[in-house]
């Protein structure tokens, strides 16, 4: 109940209401201690370590969503199967996203899946594309391959 909360690089909010928007939101929040150590980061499985981050990074080089140009360091990653209803957090139910097209994605019928050659892709709402053919980002250069 004392103190504040952190809101990146946009300002502080006091303690109380970040716990509400942290639960309306089903974000995990962590608690730190008077040394800025953690002392309790929620279920630990919801969030993605500091590998499986740069994993991420290298496989999607980006937002992921088709055309954006966001850089990795602007970008978060996103369950495909949602946490809260089972889904594992690992490279195969995993995207990095950019704020904005990761709230689009939450709220306007487009769906995202790992194709079989392990990239994401993106399926767009049928008043885009009756079809819903998969779309991909070509944007970010992608990683040369030792032959």
Partial sequence: GIGKATL???GTMTAAEARVHACDAM??????GAKS???NLGRLRRLISAGLRRALFLRDRGCAFPGCHRPPRHCQGHHI?????????DLTNLVLMCAHHH?????SGWEVRIAADGLPEFL???FIDRRRRPRRNNL???????A
């Fill in 8 to 10: 990146g690089d946009t």
């Fill in 27 to 32: 974000i995990i929040p962590a608690v730190l």
């Fill in 37 to 39: 150590e953690p002392l």
């Fill in 81 to 89: 199967r949602h946490w809260a209803d089972g889904g594992p957090t």
């Fill in 103 to 107: 709230r689009l994605l939450h709220r």
């Fill in 124 to 126: 767009p709402p049928v």
């Fill in 140 to 146: 970010h250069e992608p990683l040369p391959f030792a």
